[in-house]
Every structure is written in structure tokens, then in C-alpha cells.
């Protein structure tokens, strides 16, 4: 059996970036190292998990770009389902985001919008396609 079970973030600061996310999206700490160079949060069946750069770097001795804040964002997005896409977007912001493609609704009524995160990676706030 093979079952996607995280996503790794590369950030400067693992206990910001959790805290960024905890307070967004309402994500549990799952757990944080005494060195707070790596975390989890609970989002459901998987795990949204922070790596400091120099952990990463210890582990990827081939290395790997660095997410800028200011470059555009990567082109990969982690995506939220919500019932009220305003709502999450404003809190978003008002906990470090940044709006990066306003509130749209896509020709099969889902609403959508994108921010970037305080580490500038993208992500996709949503109501659920019907």
C-alpha cells in the first residue's frame, strides 16, 4: 500500500511558519523538535510538515531553491477548502499574508482566491468543487 502522507515547507523559522498555519487554518501541532528545526501540523489525513534550511540543507546535499518573498512563488500551491473563502482570505492576511489573486469564481461555481504565505509560498484558499 502507498499513501501520500506530507508535505515538507524549506523556512527559515519552522515555529513561525507552524504558527502562521495554526492560526490561518485552525491546523493542531502535531509536534515540533526541542530545536525547532522541524514540525507538523494535522490537517487530515496529510500532514503539513516545516523543515528549517539548514536541516533541509543537511539532508539535500545536492541543494535546492529557497523560497523568496521577493521572487514569485514556486509554481506548486497547497490548497484550503472553505465554506467562506472572504473570511479566510482576511484572516490570512491579517496574520502575515499576502493577497496574490483576488477572489474569482471559476465557470463551475467554485470560488477561489491565492495568497502568499509569510514564507512566499502560494496557496490556494477554496470552496469545495461541487
Known sequence: MIKFKYVILYVEDVESAMNFYQNTFDAEIKFITPEKDYGELITGETTLSFASVVLAASNIKKGFLLSKTEAKPFGIELGFVTDNVEALVE????????????????????????????????????????
Open 91 to 130: 484572516k490570512a492576511i491579517k496574520n502575515g499574508a499576502v493577497l496574490y489573486e483576488d477572489i474569482t469564481v471559476k465557470p463551475w461555481g467554485q470560488k477561489t482566491a491565492y495568497i502568499k504565505d509569510p514564507n512566499n509560498y502560494l496557496v490556494e484558499i477554496c470552496t469545495e468543487i461541487q
